[in-house]
């Protein structure tokens, strides 16, 4: 991996802040946020679209935003990011949040939501530690259970036609590798502090996503009308 020092890049700039730029919640100056995490392949994209669904969430899919930002002409970190995603590795926590942030301040002002599901965030504990610290504590955790046979063969199946550069063999050895040394911690220590709902995902899209429900409902997530 190339040498990285972000923390002088001006594009990472955000003002200094001594507390998050949002409180829990839906109000003014609020906004209210699930993580979701699971290996890869264990389902967080399909259930994330039945959440929005019915709950009103905005959908924000850490990994769409790096290769958004890959690709974005005229990107500094487009070359970084391709190699990080290549190899299965975390990117620098600096680049990931500050996407986040904008994606979820540019959802507020333009359609007035504040409820988000950030989907593959966060994948390690710098960005957990920075993420609730400089934009707003998360309300829970949607993990989901999975065992890596199944994952892997989701992946392989998908590989077919995701046109992604990591859906291969080798890339998804290295993404488990990584998801149970750097992104397995992250979720016990939610667990710890009791901010986790876990959703056995190993059954069809159907069944888990009755898991969800009935998580979300003891939680206190309630359907909103359409
Ligand atoms: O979540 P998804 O499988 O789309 O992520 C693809 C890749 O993006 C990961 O393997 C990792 O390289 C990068 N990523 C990251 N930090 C995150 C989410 C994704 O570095 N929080
Ligand atoms: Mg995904």
């Known amino acids: 991996m190339p040498p990285t020092n972000l923390k002088d890049n001006p594009a990472l700039q955000a003002p200094k802040r001594n507390k998050p ?8 100056n609020q906004a209210l946020v699930i993580f979701v995490l699971g290996g890869p392949g264990a389902g967080k994209g399909t259930q994330c679209a039945n959440i929005v669904r019915d709950y009103g969430f905005k959908h924000l899919s850490a990994g769409d935003l790096l290769r958004e930002e890959q690709d974005r002409q005229g990107s500094e970190f487009g070359d970084m990011i391709k190699d990080y995603i290549k190899e299965g590795q975390i990117v620098p926590m ?13 959802e507020i002002e333009t359609s007035g939501n504040r409820r988000f599901l950030i989907d593959g965030f966060p ?26 046979e199944t994952m892997r063969e989701r992946l392989l199946n998908r590989g077919k036609t995701s046109g992604r550069a990591d859906d291969n063999e080798e890339s998804i050895k290295k993404r488990f590798r990584t998801f149970v040394e750097t992104s397995m911690p992250v979720v016990e220590m939610f667990e710890g502090e009791g901010r986790v709902v876990r959703i056995s995902a190993t059954q069809g899209p159907e069944e888990v996503y009755e898991g ?15």
């Open 94 to 106: 600096e680049v990931t949040v500050q996407l986040l942030e904008n994606a979820m301040t540019h």
């Open 21 to 28: 730029l949002f409180t829990p919640g839906t109000a003014q």
């Open 212 to 226: 969800v429900k009935k998580g979300f409902a003891e939680r206190g997530l309630e359907m909103v009308e359409k």
């Open 123 to 148: 994948r390690k504990m710098d960005q957990a530690v920075a993420f609730e610290e400089k934009v707003v504590p998360s309300k829970f955790t949607l993990f989901f259970d999975c065992p890596e």
